[in-house]
């Protein structure tokens, strides 16, 4: 009987291992084809504002940067050849630190629900600055950036390229923009990440020298001893 038990048993946590193996792949094959398809919907519409005239920034460009953060980004020819010059960018966005009112954002060539889970390749990620006073919300389809590129070098550069003094709006002609929700979660992971820079910036409390000891003062000499009265 007790073999039959454990035997069940066993039985039963394979049935779960199995399933959750499948459930694991069914989910992985499920990302892939929801990042080829947005990949064609980003592609189709870079298509689109090529033909009526519009030049785009590429990502096979952004992608020939090689580097790390602790290396510092070493770019293609082609890339330092429009540094300063106004570009056009598509691609999806990403939060940064904020979700209303934005002034900066990630723009990446596929989706991502989180940029500090999902962590993307630095040569994917395209730091976008709005133009002064100008805020815009989070969208679900691609959209087309424009503004002025520059390009960071040097070890410990966080982004290797960013759009400054940029306007936003739909990749392809009267397209439909659906304002993006964002998770407590993913809400929750960006102000722990923003926590922790602003710690690694803080200025550290000057040093101070400890108090110096006061000299030791010397002693004054004992008085002369007393001479014996004369017998």
């Avoid at 066993?10 to 779960?16: D, K, L, N, P, R």
């Avoid at 002025?148 to 070098?153: G, K, R, S, V």
């Avoid at 966080?158 to 306007?167: E, L």
């Amino acid at each position: 009987m007790r073999r039959r038990v454990v035997r069940d048993i066993g039985t039963f946590i394979g049935v779960i291992v199995i399933l959750g193996v499948v459930v694991f792949i069914n989910g992985q094959m499920q990302r892939g084809t929801l990042k080829d398809q947005m990949e064609k919907v980003r592609r189709t519409a870079e298509a689109k504002q090529r033909g009526s005239g519009v030049e785009i920034l590429s990502w096979e460009t952004l992608r020939k940067t090689t580097g790390t953060r602790k290396t510092g980004p070493s770019f293609d020819q082609r890339l330092i050849d429009k540094r300063g010059d106004a570009i056009s960018l598509i691609g999806f966005m990403v939060p940064l630190y904020d979700f209303r009112d934005i002034k900066e954002f990630i723009l990446l060539p596929v989706p991502i629900e989180c940029y500090f889970c999902q962590a993307p390749p630095m040569r994917d990620v395209m730091l976008v600055q709005m133009a002064a006073g100008k805020t815009t919300d989070l969208v679900k389809e691609p959209v087309m950036v424009s503004g002025e590129l520059t390009l960071n070098e040097g070890a410990g550069t966080k982004f290797f390229y960013v759009v400054k003094d940029a306007k936003r709006g739909a990749a392809e002609k009267g397209g439909k923009l659906t304002k993006k929700k964002i998770t407590q979660e993913h809400v929750d992971h960006a102000i722990g990440a923003k926590q922790s820079e602003d710690s690694l910036q803080e200025p550290l409390i000057q040093g101070q020298e400890p108090p110096k000891a006061a000299p030791e003062s010397t002693p004054p000499p004992a008085p002369p001893a007393a001479e014996p009265p004369p017998k």
